[in-house]
């Protein structure tokens, strides 16, 4: 079923795309901007994020301990987008697992401002990969299809590609993390151990 060029407008100011762009799109004629839409829908499933969570300060300092004393964790928190303001002592946590994991590394008696400088530190990191396989996929699918006009025939092949990117990408960083973690895991407990050896000879 077609979308009416208003529903269109509204739908892509929702997701950010500023107006003059919106304007250029369907100013362009035929189906572009419908399809443009379903493109950024089908981003949209490829995504599959987990459903974030409202939690309360009472809740927050009942997990982590009472703000008063580190207050700058959760600052540091707000700013690496683990938690996002509401007001009224609310938040929203858009990565639940996240911030489990990190009640878990506190739990096991690693600092929080610890946990969350590696949290920054890891988020840089896959910021950068995540940019690599976007990258990759607008240079090596996106870019030919848009110079050779856009081919009718080829828009369910570039939708599907889309949907795949998220899951395919996911598990090729896993697939090259696992290991990686080993064997920094190895190595350390290796030098450690070296280290303790030396000591007692």
Avoid: H, Y
């Amino acid at each position: 079923m077609r979308t009416s060029t208003g529903c269109l407008i509204q739908e892509m100011q929702a997701e950010g795309l500023k107006l003059n762009a919106i304007q250029r799109l369907v100013g362009g004629g035929g189906d572009w901007a419908e399809r443009f839409a379903g493109l950024r829908r089908a981003f949209a499933v490829a995504l599959e994020l987990e459903a974030s969570e409202i939690i309360t300060l009472a809740e927050l300092e009942e997990r982590f301990g009472p703000v008063e004393r580190d207050p700058k964790s959760l600052d540091k928190a707000q700013r690496l987008g683990v938690l996002i303001p509401l007001g009224d002592g609310t938040f929203e946590v858009p990565s639940p697992a996240l911030l489990r994991a990190a009640e878990e590394v506190a739990e096991r008696s690693v600092p929080l401002p610890a946990a969350l400088s590696a949290i920054e530190r890891v988020q840089r990191q896959a910021e950068s990969a995540s940019r690599t396989f976007v990258k990759l996929f607008m240079d090596e699918l996106w870019k030919p299809f848009n110079d050779a006009g856009r081919a009718d025939e080829q828009w369910p092949q570039i939708t599907e590609s889309i949907e795949r990117l998220r899951p395919l990408a996911a598990e090729s960083l896993v697939a090259l993390f696992k290991p990686l973690l080993a064997a920094e895991i190895e190595g350390a407990f290796g030098r450690a151990l070296e280290t303790q050896a030396k000591r007692k000879g």
